[in-house]
C-alpha cells in the first residue's frame, strides 16, 4: 500500500460551481509566493471525515479552485476568510475515487497554477485499528530529556532555540532517534505502549523543550526528526510489540505559530484587550450555580501567555482540528491520543472532535487529561457518563488524578489513623460507583508535570516498589513515567514540583554519560548521584528486575485486566485488596508501616476461603496465606490463585 510523504502537499479537485475544467498542459505550477502552504498536507480515499483544505498563499481569496486529474474527486465548496491570504476548500471525494496525485488549479484574470495534493489508498485495516486497553501499560517519555540519538539536530537553523544541556529549562538534545535507540530497554520493562510528549514544532525562543506551544501542526520540530522518522518510530514500535500514543494540543498554539501573523479569522483565537489568563474553574463547565462570564473566562482565558487559546466554536477551526487529528493517525500509523489540558477547551466543540475521531476509528483510544481532585467533576468528562445536564463528552478515558493523590499522600506517611496513610487510597477507591467505565482510566504515580514519585516517597526504594505494585494490580490502565521504574528524584530537592527539575535526563542517554542506567551493566553498578540520591550498588537494577517482572506477569493476566476488585477497611496504614473472576484471584496487601504485620488472612474470609495452591507474583514460588503470614515493613505481598 503506497503511503505519502509528509513533503507533498495539496490535492486536485474537479472543476467547482459548473465551470469549464482546465487543461493542466496551460497551467503554470504555484511557486511558494503564490501558495504558502495547504492543509492538511494529503488525504486518503475511503474516509470518512469531510476534507476541508486551508489554502495560504498572498491574496488567494481572489481566485477561482478547481481540480484535475484521477476521478471521483471535487470541490464542492471554497470560502473566503476574513484575511485575504486565506481560502477554505470543501472537497468531495467519491467512494470510487481513485487514489494518486491530483492538482488544485487556481485560476485568476485569465491565469492559472497548479498545485499537487495525494490523495492515497488506506493501508488495509486502517480504520479497525485497535488501541490502548487495561491489558496495557504505557510509558510516559519526555523525549528531549531521554535520549540524543542523533547530535546532529541538537540545533536546527530553521528553529530559534538552541541546544545547552547545562540549561534546566534548554533543550538537551533528546529526539525520536533516541527513543528508537531504547525500544529494547522499554519492551524488557513490561511496556506495551509509549506516550510521548509533543514532537511537533514549538519554535519558541526559549522553554521549547516540552512541546506544548506548537508553532506548525503539522510538521515534526526538526531538532526531534522528521515527519518520516516519527514514523519509522511508529513501525519500529509496533515491530516490538508497543504502540505509540500521541500527545496532542488543540487547547492552545505557541505565539510563535506560523498563522498568529496573520489569522485567517479574528475569531479563530481568543482575543481580548488586555492578557486574559484562563481562571482554571472546571467546575464551571457543570456547576448550575456558574455564571457564564467565569465559564467564558475559564475556556477562553490563555493558558499562560506563550500559549493561545484557540476558539473552537469557530467551525473552520474545529474541523482544522479534526483532520489534524485524523491525519496524524492515518499517516504515521498512530494507536492513541493524550490530549492536553482537555477541560480548557469549549466542551460541545471538543465533544464533536472526539466523537469525530472515533467515528473515523471505532476501536481507538483518547485519553483527557481532566486534572481535578473532585471524583464527580472528573467522572463528569468521561464519555457515556449519564451528567444531569445530557453533556457527553464522547471522551473515552480519563486521567485518574484523585487516585494519584491519595497513592501518593499514603506513600509519604508512615504511621495509619481515621484518615491517614493506605485508608486514603481505600477511600477514593470506595467512590469507583461514581465512574461510567472503569476500564477507561489511565491510573498513575506520576507523570511529567507532578513531582517525581522516588522524592514523594522520600527515596525510600521499598515504597516505590508499593507504588509499582499497586499500578500493576489496581484496576484501570497503568502508566509509568520514564524513570521513575528506578527512581528518579528531582534536581531541584527544595522544590520538587519545579517542571526543569523532575524532568531530569536519562543517564546513558548521551554519549559520554558516566553511567547508563538503559543497560544491565549501568544497573548493577556500585553508586550513582542523582542530586542527593546515592544509589547504592545494585538498587538500580534491583528496581527494574521488581518493576519488570510485574509488569511482564501482568501482560497475560486478564483478571487484572478485566477482574472486579474487593477490598477490605483497616485503619493501620495497611492495605488489602482482591482482584478476582470465576477463574482467578490475585491477593494483595500492603505493609505501609515501619513494623512487620501479620496478614488477617480468615478476615477475608467471604473471598480467601478455600484458595489454595497459592504463587507469590514476586517469587514465582508456591505461597498459600494464612493468619501466620508475616509481611515485612514498607513491602507488598502478591499471591495469586486459581480457582
Known sequence: MKRILSVIAVVALAACSGKPAFDPATVADATSEQVTRVEPLSWWVGMKTDLQLMVQGTGISDYDVAIEGGKGVSVSKVTKAESPNYLFVDVKIAPDAEPGTYYIVFSKDGQSFKYPYEIAAREE?????????????????????????????????????????????GRHGGDI?????????ISELGATYIWTTPFLEDNAPDGSYHGYAASDYYHIDSRFGSNELYRTLVDKAREKGIGIIMDIVPN?????????????????????????????????????????????????GWFVPSMVDMNLDNPYVLQYFIQWGV?????????GFRVDTYPYNEKEPASEWCKAIMNEYPNFNIVGECWTSSIPQLAYWQGGNENKDGFDSNLPSIMDFPLHDAMRAALAEDEGGWGAGMTKVYDILSHDFVYHDLSKMLIFPGNHDTARIGDVVRKDPRALKIAMAMMATMRGIPQIFAGDELMFVSSKPDNIGDHPGLRVDFPGGWEGDEIDLFTAEGRKAQTHNTDGLKVEKGQAADLFDYVSGLFQWRKTKDVIHNGKTMHFMTRDNTYAYFRYDEDDVV???????LEDKNVPWSYYSEISEGLTGGVNVITGEPFDVSDATIVAPKSVLIVEYSR
Request: glycine residues 6%; aromatic residues 14%.
Open 177 to 185: 532517534q533516541g527513543v528508537i535507540d531504547h525500544l529494547d530497554y
Open 252 to 300: 492552545h498554539c505557541g505565539t510563535e505559530h506560523w498563522w498568529m501573523n496573520d489569522l485567517p479569522f479574528q475569531d479563530w483565537i481568543h482575543q481580548f484587550p488586555e492578557y486574559t489568563g484562563t481562571n482554571v474553574a472546571f467546575s464551571t463547565n457543570m456547576d448550575p450555580n456558574a455564571s457564564q462570564k467565569d465559564l467564558y473566562i475559564q475556556e477562553s
Open 327 to 335: 491525519w496524524w493517525i492515518e499517516y504515521s500509523g498512530l494507536n
Open 125 to 169: 485495516g486502517s480504520a479497525e485499528r485497535k488501541s490502548f486497553t487495561t491489558a496495557d501499560m504505557v510509558y510516559l517519555i519526555m523525549p528531549d530529556r531521554f535520549a540524543n540519538g542523533d547530535p546532529s539536530n541538537d540545533s536546527t537553523e530553521d528553529t530559534a532555540e538552541k541546544a545547552n544541556r547545562a540549561d534546566g529549562n
Open 587 to 593: 491477593f494483595v496487601y500492603i505493609n505501609n508501616t
